[in-house]
Nanobody
Framework: QVQLVESGGGLVQAGGSLKLSCVASTSIAGMRRMGWHRQIPGKQRELVAGLRWGDSTDYADSVKGRFTISRDNAKNTVTLQMNNLRPEDTAVYYC??????????WGQGTQVTVSS
């Protein structure tokens, strides 16, 4: 069973930065897709940033130019650098990795709270 452990969440003022990390218990080098999603209570989980095989990326419109997703294959880590945070970025953030031919794995989530 693949495990994903997220860290880096916390409380920050608007305009501040946080860096989320997701460490996988398996190699991420051959994964089809990796991403960060977020969820607010009562709303659907939404994709924030995705990283595909070949290193193409995609971002939600609301975070373009502020968030950056990257990976370190040697450390089996996917990171999300979040700059210029806004109160509306407050959510639980989840890491997700999807292997070829598999349904994917989720982390337990890390809370990000942005105060105004």
């Amino acid at each position: 069973q693949v495990q994903l452990v997220e860290s880096g969440g916390g409380l920050v003022q608007a305009g501040g930065s946080l860096k989320l990390s997701c460490v996988a218990s398996t190699s991420i080098a051959g994964m089809r897709r990796m991403g960060w999603h977020r969820q607010i209570p009562g709303k659907q989980r939404e994709l924030v940033a995705g990283l595909r095989w070949g290193d193409s990326t995609d971002y939600a419109d609301s975070v373009k130019g502020r968030f950056t997703i990257s990976r370190d294959n040697a450390k089996n880590t996917v990171t999300l650098q979040m700059n210029n945070l806004r109160p509306e970025d407050t959510a639980v953030y989840y890491c997700n990795i999807v292997p070829w031919g598999g349904s994917g794995y989720w982390g337990q989530g890390t809370q990000v709270t942005v105060s105004s």
